[in-house]
């Protein structure tokens, strides 16, 4: 007997939450619930906004109609809808047991705030890896900030994401003021220039590695082996079943590139998942889900060590079941 449930969630985030351009104030989401003799298996299907081609709605109603089908027994494709291809594909790994439990929780920190307080924060952490975005200011400021954390954190290794912010001018001005025995710490630098051209001329230039992010998801892109290229990031979300992130991790495997699996503002839920996904698929790259702080709740399942409240599966507002 099979049966399934769709929930809706709305979190609240942090004032001054911040998404390409767009301040945020909640993030919506679904979550669903499989149920089959005495098992059951979570999903979370989150569309992001600006980011996912498709939206919220659309997400939901192909998630009803696949989940109709479903319960029926039919035997059934998986969503064109990356959001929602990925939450069910969970849903229904933890069914089968075919997800690990065991997760990978140390994420690369976010760099953000006091310089004096993250300092702190990364001297005291165990990774020695942490992620930085740049690109929101001046390249002087972001270069002297690059400068600061890695001269006072021996050890550290810093990722860096531009969003395709930069024109090449810019980005030179960047790698210009950061120290250039400091340049091979920085592990990689997602998307500096606005078009991959640029980027590659960018990292060939300077000689800083370079990481895929959006690049990696437009039609066309083929993942191999390119001079400075050095890591993609996978975001399950956006890029749709469990079955198409194993294959691009191994992928980037094989052409002997960094796979790294980053969230795409998740509830603690999909989080927790992605953590266990990241241990499962990709063990030896630390992942990138440093993103939890920006809400202001979890949803039913905790992120460790996390103290912010949990809303449990009996508050979230039920939209579909059968
Ligand atoms: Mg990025």
Same mark, same amino acid.
């Given at each position: ?8 969630? $709305? ?28 098992? !059951? ?16 709605? !659309? ?10 089908? +479903? ?7 998986? /969503? ?23 997760? #990978?929780?140390?994420? $690369?920190?976010?760099? #953000? ?8 924060? *990364? ?23 690059? #400068?600061?954390?890695? !001269? ?10 531009? #969003?395709?912010? +930069?024109?090449?001018?810019?980005? $030179?001005?960047? $790698? ?46 083929? *993942? ?17 079943? *469990?079955?198409?992130? /194993? ?20 509830? /603690? ?38 103290? *912010? ?5 009996? !508050?979230?507002? /039920?939209? +579909?079941?059968?």
């Amino acid at each position: 007997m099979r049966r399934a449930a769709l929930f809706h969630y $709305a979190i609240p985030l942090e004032a001054g939450t911040v998404l390409r351009d767009r301040r945020i104030k909640t993030r919506s989401g679904l979550l669903v619930r499989l149920e089959e003799d005495d098992r !059951e298996g979570w999903g979370e299907i989150a569309p992001l906004v600006g980011f996912s081609a498709e939206s919220l709605d !659309e997400a939901r109603q192909d998630a009803i109609a696949w989940l109709s089908r +479903w319960c029926r027994g039919e035997p059934d494709s998986e /969503s064109r809808l990356p959001s929602v291809a990925f939450g069910l594909s969970c849903a229904q790994a933890e069914l089968s047991g075919e997800l690990p439990g065991e997760g #990978n929780y140390d994420s $690369a920190l976010l760099c #953000n705030g006091d310089p004096d307080e993250l300092i702190d924060r *990364l001297r005291k952490q165990r990774a020695t890896v942490a992620k930085m975005k740049v690109g929101l200011y001046e390249p002087v400021r972001d270069g002297v900030m690059v #400068n600061l954390l890695l !001269e006072a954190v021996p050890g550290l290794t810093l990722r860096l994401d531009a #969003n395709r912010s +930069w024109s090449p001018d810019k980005a $030179a001005r960047f $790698a210009h003021f950061v120290a250039s025995e400091y340049r091979s710490r920085i592990a990689f630098i997602e998307e500096p220039c606005r078009t991959a051209a640029e980027s590659r001329r960018f990292a060939l230039e300077t000689g800083i590695a370079l990481g895929w992010d959006e690049s990696a998801r437009e039609p066309g892109f083929t *993942l191999k082996a390119e001079p400075h290229f050095r890591a993609v990031i996978i975001k399950p979300t956006l890029t749709g079943s *469990l079955h198409a992130v /194993s294959q691009r991790a191994e992928l980037a495997q094989r052409a002997g590139l960094v796979a790294v699996i980053g969230s795409s503002l998740e509830s /603690s839920l999909g989080l927790t998942q992605l953590a266990r996904i990241a241990r499962w698929l990709t063990p030896d790259a630390l992942p990138g889900l440093d993103t939890l702080a920006l809400m202001q709740q979890q949803l039913i399942r905790c992120w460790p060590g996390s103290a *912010l409240p949990v809303v449990s599966q009996g !508050e979230l507002e /039920s939209i +579909w079941q059968s």
